[in-house]
């Protein structure tokens, strides 16, 4: 599966974002799908992920209350809704897709998009 992330920018602090994460070549409802970023200078950190027809979600303690993980089958797309954006939250930001398990861990996931850029200026 191709994944394609979209919808970074500049905010203000306390300001949100949507981003997306579009799929494209195989069927978007048999991976479970996750979002990672990392901050200049820092290793990649899991935000969370979403089962593959959405009726589980994870979110790290870091963004819990603040960040939505979602996803529309029909549309093939997945979205982190990031609300109370917080300068540690500037980051670049990844979408990745494993077809079986669930977790945290970067290297379970098999499949990666390119990565979109969030800065949330103070």
């Known amino acids: 599966v191709q994944l394609q992330a979209s919808g970074g920018g500049l905010v203000q602090a306390g300001g949100s974002l949507r981003l997306s994460c579009a799929a494209s070549g195989r069927t978007f409802s048999n991976y479970n799908m996750a979002w990672f970023r990392q901050a200049p200078g820092k290793e990649r950190e899991f935000v969370g992920y979403?089962?593959?027809?959405?009726?589980?979600?994870s979110l790290a303690d870091s963004v819990k209350g603040r960040f939505t993980i979602s996803r529309n089958n029909v549309k093939n797309t997945m979205y982190l809704q990031m609300n109370n954006l917080k300068s540690e939250d500037t980051a670049l930001y990844y979408c990745?897709?494993?077809?079986?398990?669930?977790?945290?861990?970067?290297?379970?996931?098999?499949?990666w998009g390119q990565g979109t850029l969030v800065t949330v200026s103070s």
């Open positions: 979403i089962t593959r027809i959405g009726e589980m979600t």
């Open positions: 990745a897709g494993r077809a079986a398990g669930l977790g945290a861990s970067a290297s379970a996931y098999d499949y």
